[in-house]
């Protein structure tokens, strides 16, 4: 049931239903914002025509009924209003629903007739009266074609009062009809059907070749062509002309053909003078006189194959050949080219600017991006491929080592450790590649944050302004990805919690409406994302009582909390500020969750608040997740351990002696802190090495940080960092939550990294 | 029948249909000079239609019916006469 033409269809509609979805808001926010009206209008009308290439009724029908209520809002019928972009909005989630549908099964589910009739019905009910009868689709400004040759056939005052027409805002269309030759036998009559045509503006019957001789003449060959101009939509003719419809060629005429029409020049004769013009006006050189010669015959025979007056021009020609001065040739030329009767002049201006506006912006004329879609299970296969490139190369010192030491050749050793250089730097351009490949701006994210403010705050009754900055900030796909969740609650919270009503905003002085800001950027190797709000703020009072009424911390250390700590309180688990539980966030879900979602991503997450301002939550993720940089240190009598570097603080060698005991517990004194002291052989239940009283031996001592505290671990030897590519554990050893992972080390052995915060 | 030929005129009157589009051709093919008269015609068929624009006879009253006053009168004056 699936082809690829459909799973394409499905890809591409996400993408325009988002892009209508954001169009909107924007058109929200600002009602006269003709680029997000025409975005909109135009990803809506593509989807329709997509989905036009399926069997999807109902589908088809309530876009359909969309892309007709946008495009009154368009041609400035209709007024946006709140209620309107809520309809537009359901009506987009309701074709999301079934464009997932659609992925899943191939189809619509059952009931999308229903439903697509009766959201049709209501998007029908918000057209203006005089529309919604005809169903009007003004026709999509990037189909105007540029030149319909037979335009300038038509007679002058049809034409003209087809340009009047068209400044006054109507839409021509061009309609070009050849009936079957047979079509008399199908009990057609083509001539009728255009006593039906509303708004017919020019009406031309010609024989498509001469007419044979009256003798020869069969009166039931139809040898007609048809050719007019209308005002009547898209939709009517194809209405009208449903029968015939593959007989018929419509094209939208833009006001400015109809006026160039005026010169009695076709566009493609004034673009052939146009260029001959260029030509005249380059620089005089050695060459003028060839070029002269060759102006002047292209132009004669250009103005003679349009039936065009050529003394005029042959008399230029003659003076410029005397003078040597192009300025007669020009002048004629540019005679030829501006030429253009009054009306157009001054009324045309206008209208033809509107129309070349609306040309230059149009989508077709922009280059279709060089874009490859790619699935990603075969970037992440390209990503693993490189990180075993990673190891393997990592070998090679090893086996330089061996050349020199089994082998006792140290050049080869050497040609080894050259070539080492080169692979080494070519897997880490490769890996950088691939980690560019796999970068997504956060705006993937971000998307959809707009729309959930709008809603929520309408719920509400609060007043909100999201302001989004940075969106261009690019971050590994895993991290943008699983950005979504956290950031949903936190900004959830800020506008339940956070933002105060209207009212209470204006008791305290501050403007109506809140502001959000959503901020992403780039700080050294991590991406950083913050939710600022103007709110209420967190009161570290209420906060300190409620983790104390909660049983989360006790009453004499809670009083001993800084303001900040006491803040920090809402990252620990089981904590919910919530008075009730409210459809929006506090739904005992508090941001412990978010704190451990940031965390598995080896993030972290902050919280400043200022009671009475707002406050400010920031996340900080590392930029890509596929490669972690860890310590080796060596444990249990030569036992390899990876320790991520995020966590490590320093390393120390401490004399023995100065290792001071508390009862069972070790600990050192570090720059006047008591570190407390643990020996990873002790940890990971290994057996210690044993030692023999020399005092002043010292232990190789890694400080590390987990959350907010400093733990010293003991281990047997620092060993160098390394880049790994980590691979958590499956199957079976799932389970085992010391470790992280596992890495593949050069000389094949298998690195265990540590995850320190479940093991201390 | 919605054509009447005489001697130096065809007259067609009310709604000429795909049938008559062989008479009207027979007719003028006996007599090129004959004259039409369209005064009373209301809609003519397109088989006729093109009988009319191919041999561009002379017309003698134009059709009053708006349709057609508008979109074919032009297309017949062009030629005879």
């Known amino acids: ?760 | 029948m919605p054509i009447h030929v005489s001697k130096t005129e065809v007259t067609i009157k009310g709604t000429c249909t795909v049938e008559d589009a062989l008479p009207l051709l027979e007719a003028l093919q006996a007599t090129p000079a004959a004259r039409v008269a369209l005064m009373h015609c209301t809609h003519i068929h397109t088989a006729s239609l093109q009988v009319l624009l191919a041999l561009q006879p002379s017309i003698v009253s134009w059709p009053e019916e708006a349709f057609l006053a508008r979109w074919l009168t032009p297309l017949l004056n062009q030629g005879g006469r």
């Not at chain 1, 939208?252 to 146009?274: K, N």
């Not at chain 1, 719920?459 to 991290?479: C, F, S």
């Not at chain 1, 991503?601 to 707002?614: I, R, W």
Request: proline letters at 5%; hydrophobic letters at 45%; one cysteine or more.
């Open chain 1, 1 to 760: 049931m699936t082809t690829p033409l459909l799973v394409r269809f499905v890809s591409e509609a996400r993408d325009l239903l988002q892009a209508a979805a954001t169009c909107l808001l924007r058109l929200e926010k600002s009602p006269d914002d003709e680029a997000a009206i025409n975005e909109v209008f135009r990803a809506v009308h593509t989807l329709k025509g997509s989905v036009g290439l399926f069997d999807f009724p109902a589908f088809t029908k309530l876009v359909h009924a969309g892309e007709d209520l946008l495009s009154a809002v368009r041609a400035g019928q209709l007024a946006l209003s709140s209620e309107l972009v809520d309809l537009l909005l359901d009506a987009l989630d309701q074709v999301s629903a079934w464009v997932d549908s659609i992925d899943a099964i191939g189809a619509l589910p059952d009931g999308a007739d229903g439903v697509s009739r009766d959201i049709t019905a209501r998007l029908r009910t918000a057209l203006p009266q005089d529309l919604e009868a005809g169903a009007a689709v003004v026709p999509l400004r990037a189909e105007i074609l540029s030149s319909i040759e037979w335009l300038p056939a038509v007679p002058a005052a049809e034409r003209l009062a087809a340009l009047r027409a068209a400044l006054s805002g109507a839409d021509i269309l061009a309609l070009e009809y050849l009936p079957a030759e047979d079509c008399f036998f199908s009990g057609e009559d083509p001539a009728a059907l255009f006593r039906q045509v509303p708004g017919l503006l020019a009406l031309a019957m010609e024989p498509r070749r001469d007419w044979p001789a009256a003798e020869a003449l069969d009166p039931y060959c139809c040898l007609l062509r048809f050719r007019a101009l209308t005002t009547a939509s898209r939709a009517e003719i194809e209405h009208l002309f449903r029968y015939v419809i593959e007989q018929v060629a419509l094209t939208a005429v833009a006001p400015h053909l109809l006026a160039v029409a005026e010169t009695g020049l076709s566009p493609a004769v004034a673009s052939i003078l146009d260029g001959q013009r260029v030509i005249l006006e380059l620089p005089a050189g050695d060459d003028l006189p060839s070029r002269l010669t060759s102006v002047a015959r292209t132009v004669e025979n250009v103005l003679h194959a349009a039936g065009q007056e050529t003394t005029d021009w042959r008399e230029a020609v003659r003076a410029t050949e005397t003078s040597g001065d192009t300025a007669p040739l020009l002048a004629v030329l540019a005679r030829l080219l501006d030429a253009r009767p009054e009306v157009k002049v001054d009324a045309a201006a206008k209208g033809l600017a509107a129309a070349e506006g609306s040309v230059l912006s149009s989508p077709d004329l922009r280059h279709a991006s060089r874009v490859l879609k790619v699935d990603q299970a075969k970037i992440d296969s390209l990503m693993n491929l490189i990180g075993e490139l990673v190891v393997s190369k990592n070998s090679l010192p090893f086996l330089a080592r061996r050349a020199e030491e089994v082998y006792g050749s140290r050049e080869m050793s050497r040609e080894i450790k050259d070539l080492f250089a080169v692979v080494d730097r070519l897997a880490q351009e490769m890996q950088a590649a691939i980690m560019a490949v796999r970068m997504l701006p956060v705006s993937e994210v971000f998307e959809r944050f707009p729309r959930l403010v709008r809603d929520i705050a309408r719920k509400l009754g609060k007043r909100i302004d999201l302001v989004i900055e940075g969106e261009d900030t690019a971050a590994d796909k895993t991290i943008v990805e699983m950005l979504g969740d956290p950031l949903l609650h936190i900004i959830r919270n800020a506008l339940d919690h956070g933002i105060e009503t209207p009212d209470e905003r204006e008791a305290q002085g501050k403007p109506v409406e809140a502001r959000v800001l959503l901020k992403a950027f780039q700080e050294g190797d991590q991406v950083v994302i913050e939710v600022s709000d103007d709110g209420r703020g967190i009161d570290p009072v209420k906060i300190r009582a409620a983790a104390v009424a909660k049983g989360v911390i006790d009453a004499e250390r809670a009083a001993g909390l800084t303001d900040q700590d006491a803040v920090n309180l809402v990252f620990l688990p089981g904590f919910s500020t919530a008075g009730q539980v409210s459809d929006l966030s506090g739904r005992g879900v508090g941001m412990d969750v978010v704190v451990s979602t940031v965390e598995k991503a080896n993030g972290s997450v902050s919280l400043s608040s200022v009671k009475g301002e707002g406050t400010t939550v920031r996340l900080s993720l590392p930029l890509s997740m596929a490669v972690t940089r860890v310590m080796m240190v060596e444990a249990g009598g030569g036992m390899l351990f990876g320790i991520p570097m995020d966590h490590i603080a320093e390393t120390v060698r401490i004399p023995r002696d100065s290792i001071r005991h508390i009862k069972q517990s070790e600990a050192f004194v570090l720059r006047d802190t008591i570190v407390p002291l643990l020996r990873l052989d002790t940890l990971l239940g290994l057996e210690r090495n044993v030692w023999f009283g020399d005092p002043t031996e010292e232990d190789a001592v890694l400080v590390v940080r987990i959350g907010n505290t400093l733990t010293g671990l003991v281990v047997d030897h620092f060993r160098e960092g390394m880049d790994i590519i980590l691979k958590p554990f499956d199957g079976i050893l799932a389970g085992l939550p010391n470790y992280s992972g596992t890495a593949l080390l050069g000389d094949g052995r298998v690195l265990l990294v540590l995850n320190l915060k479940e093991l201390l």
